[in-house]
Structure formats: C-alpha cells, structure tokens
C-alpha cells in the first residue's frame, strides 16, 4: 500500500512570511508529484506538479523534489492571507493515472 | 476551462436507499474518477474508468459500483446506503496518454445517509 505522509497541521505563518509545506512518500516508483490547494468547502484546486529532482518555481510558489530522500515540498514566498487553505501532496506512478494523497495539512496564514 | 460538474452539492437520503451520484466533464477527457474524503483521511479512490464501459476498482470499493455509458458521464452508485457512507464525495476527470497529467475536480457532493 501506497503512503503519503503530511503534517496536517495547523501550520500558522506570518503574512510576508515563507510558509514551508512538507510531504514523504512511501513508493520509490513514485514518478510524479502534484499540490493541490484546497479551501474550506470547495474541490481540490491543482497548483503544480514536479517530476524531476530539484525546484520548481512558478509564481509564489516553488515545489522541490528529492527522489533520493522520498521527500517533496511546497514553499510560498510572500504569504498571503488568501493562502490559507489545507495543501494536498499526491504522487503517482509515471503512465499510471492513480493518485495516491496525502491528508493534507492545514495552512493558516495570520495577517 | 475544463469543467467537472456533479448532480448534487447536498444531497440527505436515508439507510438502506439507493443512491445515485452522476458526474460529467466537457472536455472529452478519457479517465474519470471518484473519490470520497473524509476528515484525518484524506481523499481516497474509489472507482475509475479509462474508457466508457470501462472500471477499475480502486483502494475503497466495498460497497459502491460505477457506471460509464458515455465517455462524458461518470456515475457512483451506492447499492443500499449506510450510515458510514456519509462523506464528501468528488469526481475528477483528465485526459491521458501524456507524460503527466493533471485531475481535475468537481465542487462535490456532501452525502448524509440517515
């Protein structure tokens, strides 16, 4: 059985803060990696992917990848308060469309 | 934009009933998901389809059986509600054949079974 291990938090960051969001993976088949944000109420909302070790930046946010230590995370620089949401690890196989998430973790950013 | 959309956000019903949940996407994706999420569990698989008339069990199965007659309407069904059933039930659609894709989520469906 696949595992996805979050933190579920609360995590509070100070707005303008880097708020830093962590996620382990059990399956070293494990080929791509995905965040997704999720408010209070609403659909999982897709904010990146990453598949290759290193970073990945778009915008305020930046997804690392270490397939060495099974180790993904979310940074997001300049913490707004419209980021507070729970944060989504999943990951999956390359070519195999199921995704394994994690519980989320709970992000509160406090103006 | 991709849009995923399901019959019902609220949904009551009460034990032993059969409970239809219906999900359709626009964007002519192949793979169709259904999920259930519930709290300090996450989002967990419970069917999938790779084509129409097509199913595979996923994690969480018991219970639930699906139906996919169009490529664009992905249907959950609940054979006779329980009382564990009560969740937050979402569908999620992409396309495949790519390196790497991306599920696309409807807004959901909060079931109670009574």
């Known amino acids: 059985q696949k595992e996805v291990e979050q933190n579920s938090g609360p995590l509070s960051v100070p707005e303008g803060a880097i708020a830093s969001l962590n996620c382990t993976y059990s399956?070293?088949?494990?080929?791509?990696f995905f965040w997704y944000r999720q408010y209070s109420g609403k659909s999982p909302e897709l904010i990146m992917f990453i598949y290759s070790n290193g970073d990945k930046e778009d915008g305020r946010f930046t997804a690392q990848l270490n397939k060495a230590s099974q180790y993904v995370s979310l940074l997001i620089r300049d913490s707004q308060p419209s980021d507070s949401a729970t944060y989504l690890c999943a990951v999956s196989d390359f070519g195999n469309e199921k995704l394994t998430f994690g519980t989320g973790t709970r992000l509160t950013i406090i103006p | 934009d991709v849009k995923v959309t399901q019959s019902s956000r609220y949904l009551v019903k009460r034990t032993g009933e059969k409970v239809f949940l219906e999900c359709v996407q626009d964007?002519?994706?192949?793979?169709m998901f259904w999920y259930r999420q519930d709290p300090g569990l996450g989002l967990r698989l419970i069917y999938f389809?790779?084509?129409?008339?097509?199913?595979e069990k996923g994690d969480i199965p018991e219970g639930y059986s699906v139906s996919r007659e169009k490529k664009e309407r992905f249907s959950l069904i609940l054979e006779s509600a329980s009382t564990n059933q009560t969740s937050m039930y979402l569908c999620a659609s992409e396309t495949s054949g790519r390196a790497v894709d991306t599920q696309y989520f409807g807004p959901g469906t909060r079931l109670t079974v009574l």
């Open positions: 389809s790779y084509d129409v008339k097509m199913k």
């Open positions: 399956d070293r088949g494990s080929q791509s």
């Open positions: 964007m002519d994706h192949e793979n």
